[in-house]
């Protein structure tokens, strides 16, 4: 499986509307099913071994280990010969000081594996350290150069860039695959805490392919790692940019493991009463999709419905634009955010009358109006009666 066979196949998905899915695997289960589920290729990184171990993704970028000899100790044992119908690449730290970078490469591909990725990549380190790397010759450029001679071997090269630069260096090095590196992934028990929000995401993502497009309009856009954890967050990012494609580490490998276990491990210790499929269903749906950001809109309008709420501050926590927060809910729920903030006071307040004896202007400030007038014109707009005749019409069939 050579490069132009693989970049075919991906061109014609791409032409067809269809993503791009690498996965960043550190063992041959993950490979497996990562293949049968649909992946595209696979990535054998250092940092997927020590996900495995039950640490950080952050040790494959130091010295506990060799990060060249793990993955090749690995990756030829457990994915090579498992994984035939997609590519295997094989993560290269091409700073090692030890290799040399063209000898090195010839091995990885006598070894069965059909492409690089530049990873461990000293991209992600700046400031001194950064600075101290480059100047001792462990720079960027070694990435590059690595790409350029596998790709000139023939091999499928995959290039995680962080800035416009990056990509250009990359593109001209013959990287078949641009995939922008928004940091370590956050999410699960041993995620990164500080990273990108989606917004910069997209704009950094945006930011790149533009100088991806002018030149070298056939090569595959893809996104990995920050704060793209869900395929909601996959699909924000899809949507204005001219990404094809996503690649996952922790979002495929990790994260899924640690929530099932711990649900697995409660399940069986606190009750007798389990049921696997439910648990499945819901665990894989709380990874899935809409389900966190609507049920978080929800909450917080539950805790807060009695101050002031607007949709731009709940957009601003979950760190999204107000349109996309407010398409999203009103999909999801069939309901604006507004309409929902005001049917859940107004059921409160319902509530409330019939059960408090309080003053209806009491109730009023308390589920979030500042005053009766416009408490009860709102109630009679929704209801159908103001509040006062709502009571009336509730002590008549008392009465009655």
Do not use: W
Not at 241 to 249: K, L, P
Request: glycine share 8%; with cysteine.
């Amino acid at each position: 499986m050579d490069k132009f066979e693989i970049m075919e196949r991906l061109r014609k998905q791409c032409r067809n509307n269809e993503k791009v899915i690498g996965v960043a695997a550190g063992n041959g289960m993950t490979a497996k099913y990562a293949q049968q589920g649909g992946a595209d290729f696979i990535l054998a990184l250092s940092a997927g071994r020590f996900r495995q171990m039950g640490v950080s993704s952050l040790a494959g970028f130091l010295s506990y280990a060799n990060s060249n000899g793990l993955v090749m100790t690995f990756a030829t044992k457990e994915l090579v010969p498992l994984i035939h119908d997609i590519p295997v690449c094989f993560g290269l730290c091409a700073t090692d000081p030890t290799i040399s970078l063209d000898s090195f490469i010839d091995v990885i591909q006598s070894k069965g594996f059909a492409g690089i990725n530049n990873f461990p990549s000293v991209g992600l380190f700046d400031g001194q350290f950064g600075e101290a790397l480059a100047e001792q010759g462990m720079s960027y450029a070694l990435e590059v150069e690595a790409i350029r001679l596998a790709s000139a071997k023939g091999l499928f090269t995959v290039a995680f860039v962080f800035t416009p630069q990056q990509a250009e260096a990359m593109i001209q090095a013959g990287a078949d695959v641009i995939c922008v590196h928004l940091g370590l992934t956050q999410g699960g028990d041993v995620g990164a805490k500080n990273i990108l929000s989606l917004q910069s995401a997209k704009r950094l993502a945006n930011q790149i392919f533009a100088r991806c497009d002018e030149l070298n309009s056939t090569v595959v856009k893809m996104i990995y790692g920050g704060p793209v954890n869900k395929p909601i967050d996959v699909q924000f990012m899809y949507d204005g940019t001219s990404t094809m494609g996503y690649i996952g580490g922790s979002v495929f490998e990790r994260i899924p493991t640690e929530q099932m276990l711990l649900h697995i491990m409660k399940s069986f210790k606190e009750t007798t009463n389990f049921h696997y499929d439910d648990l499945l269903a819901n665990v894989m749906g709380g990874i899935d999709a809409h389900v966190d950001y609507i049920d978080f809109m929800k909450n917080y309008v539950r805790l807060n419905y009695m101050e002031e709420i607007t949709l731009q501050e709940v957009a601003k926590i979950l760190r999204l634009s107000r349109s996309y927060v407010s398409t999203l809910f009103k999909k999801e729920v069939g309901l604006s955010f507004s309409q929902y903030v005001i049917e859940f006071r107004l059921n409160r307040a319902i509530e409330l009358m019939q059960v408090s004896g309080l003053p209806l202007n009491r109730i009023a400030e308390m589920v979030g109006y500042l005053n009766y007038p416009q408490f009860s014109k709102i109630f009679k707009k929704h209801k159908g009666l103001s509040p006062s005749e709502l009571l009336e019409k509730k002590q008549k069939d008392n009465d009655s």
